[in-house]
């Protein structure tokens, strides 16, 4: 492994009235500072400015309408990007922040552009904190598909990633959802996608996440294709961060 891209969802990220979860973002901050030491390339992908945004205004309730989510993102995210550059800044690294939208994967011009652009973050040893732009999408946050885990698909493709590691509230993907059913099992290795899976996955998420489990599936079968492993795992214990890149058996492992 050479090139790991970490996703970080909003329920990693967020306390249980929305708000950002600064401790958990320090460990997760070691983390990747971490295995860059070890000489990995580390990618970030970041959701939480809306959780940012929330703690700064002092709300603590989901927002209804999607230019009030928009304005949340906006005004967090430049706090989200100051959190993070003082927590990297503390192990001597470098940060630079890349607002993407889908746009630039689907125009070949724009996405060798958006690759060059990443290598040359890579080379500096600059750790990119990528977020889809969901100020300026007219229907990113309304939509559930097309969150950040398709992102981090769409990234790990770019810049032809070893592995995609997805942290979420809950510890892998389970064959049915684990909050309705009390005999769910964890699913260790997917090699195969299929209708079974994502029957499992079904389509709701939790309090302030996004995308739920099928977004995290869609994002699998769009790396495996293209020969990078995906593990879901929890990000309640950032270390398992490491302990993933080491090769040990945790979270649900797509090959
Ligand atoms: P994130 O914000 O980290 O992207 P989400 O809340 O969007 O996380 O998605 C994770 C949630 O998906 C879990 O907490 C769980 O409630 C739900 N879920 C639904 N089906 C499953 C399943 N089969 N296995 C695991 N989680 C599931």
């Known amino acids: ?26 460990r997760i901050v070691l983390e990747l500072s971490n295995l860059q030491d070890k000489g990995y390339d580390v990618i970030l992908v970041t959701s939480g400015a809306v959780g940012a945004g929330m703690g700064l205004l002092n709300i603590s309730e989901k927002p209804k309408t999607l230019a009030e989510k928009q304005m949340l993102s906006a ?32 125009n070949r011009k724009r996405y060798l552009n958006m690759r060059n652009v990443c290598n040359a973050f890579l080379k500096r ?23 950040n885990d398709t ?15 997805i942290l979420s509230d809950i510890d892998g993907l389970y064959n049915k959802n684990p909050r309705k059913y009390d005999d769910a099992n964890l699913i260790n290795m997917v090699g195969d ?16 996440g996004t995308g739920g489990m099928i977004t995290k599936i869609i994002a699998a079968e769009m790396v495996t294709k293209i020969g990078t492993s995906l593990v879901i795992a929890s990000g309640d214990d950032p270390h398992n961060i490491t302990r993933i890149v080491e090769k040990e058996n945790i979270g649900t492992l797509f090959v």
């Open 1 to 26: 492994i050479q090139r790991i891209v970490v996703k970080v969802g909003t329920s990693t990220l967020t306390t249980e009235n929305g708000h950002l979860d600064i401790e958990k973002i320090k």
């Open 75 to 106: 005004v967090g995210q430049v706090s989200l990007m100051q959190i993070y550059q003082t927590l990297f800044k503390e192990h001597n690294k470098i940060i630079g922040q890349l607002l993407l939208t889908k746009e630039e994967f689907s």
């Open 125 to 147: 040893k600059i750790i990119p904190i990528i977020n889809e732009n969901d100020a300026i999408v007219s229907n990113a946050l309304k939509i559930k598909v097309g969150d």
């Open 151 to 165: 992102m981090s698909a769409l990234v790990s493709g770019l810049i032809d990633a070893d592995l995609l590691i």
């Open 193 to 208: 996608i299929n209708e079974d899976i994502k029957q499992m996955a079904g389509a709701e998420g939790s309090k302030f």
